[in-house]
Structure formats: C-alpha cells, structure tokens
C-alpha cells in the first residue's frame, strides 16, 4: 500500500466502492469520505492504534465495531456478506482489518451504509463539500464520544489532499 491518497483511491476504495455496489449515482462522495477516514484515522501510515488502542487497520476499525457488523447486520444483507468474504483470505476476522486494505476499506463503508444512512437516515454529504464529509465522519464513526473532532478530519485532508 501506498501512503499516496490518491493511489490509494485508485488501487483500493474505489475498486472496493464498486465491488460493494451501494454507491452508484454517489462514489466520488463515498470515495472522499473512506479516503478522509483513512488519513484522520492513520495518516495512511498506522495499523494499530497508538497507546496500545484496540483499533486497527488504515480506518482504524474495533475489532468489536468488526464483529457486531457480521453478527447484527450482515447476517440480514448476504449479497454484502459474500463480497466481503471474497475481499477476506479465509475466514472474515478482525485481524485482517490490519492487514488487507481492500477488506478493511470494505469494512468501513459497511460501518457508515449501517450507521449513518440505514440507522441515522442520513445520505452521503456530497462530493467536495469538506466540512460535511467531517460532520458525517465523527457523527458516525468517530462518534460524539470520541476523541477525534472536526476540524482534525479537515486538517488531515487539507494536509494530504489539498484538491478539495
């Protein structure tokens, strides 16, 4: 993997994004949220979290946030299931959030399609709209009890992708 965004788009969201297929008409917005998510979460550098955290991966997903996707939710969309095993060498486990981007990009789209736009009903913010993208993020992934916030998010993108 490449700490290049934008090699990262083209070599892992993206292709994931249309794997996963729930993003049609909105991919670029989906792209630029998972791509935000990675660089505030890791920088696209860490795979665990610092300070001995629990999270893990460039998304730096919990391994219980991991788990209560397959149990609560996938178990009710087996066509998401089954791709997200073709993205898994062997059985779908936390562990590999750490180590195949591709799953862990899978992953955290499933995390924001459950939360922000199935449980939250709350669409996508559109493509380029920065702050929105931040709001969206620590609404629903970092949530209002984490220790992340806004302007962080921005910060991240700002200092790795400018373009927007």
């Not at 219980?64 to 993205?87: C, E, M, Q, S």
């Not at 995390?111 to 736009?117: D, E, V």
């Amino acid at each position: 993997m490449s700490d290049n965004p934008q090699i990262f788009v083209r070599a892992t969201i993206g292709p994931v994004l249309r794997q996963l297929a729930l993003d049609e008409y909105r991919l670029q917005a989906a792209e630029e949220l998972l791509l935000g998510t990675a660089l505030q979460e890791s920088g696209l550098i860490y795979r665990r979290q610092l300070h001995n955290g629990p999270a893990l991966g460039l998304f730096q997903m919990e391994p219980a946030t991991h788990d209560d996707i397959w149990v609560n939710f996938l178990t009710y969309h087996p066509a998401i299931a089954k791709v997200l095993r073709g993205l898994a060498p062997g059985a779908p486990a936390a562990a590999l959030l750490e180590t195949e981007d591709a799953y862990a990009a899978a992953m955290c789209r499933v995390h924001y399609w459950r939360m922000g736009q199935i449980v939250g009903q709350e669409p996508l913010p559109a493509a380029g709209e920065l702050a929105g993208m931040a709001a969206y993020w620590k609404r629903f992934y970092n949530t209002p009890a984490g220790g992340g916030n806004e302007a962080e998010f921005i910060a991240a993108w700002k200092a790795h992708n400018p373009s927007i």
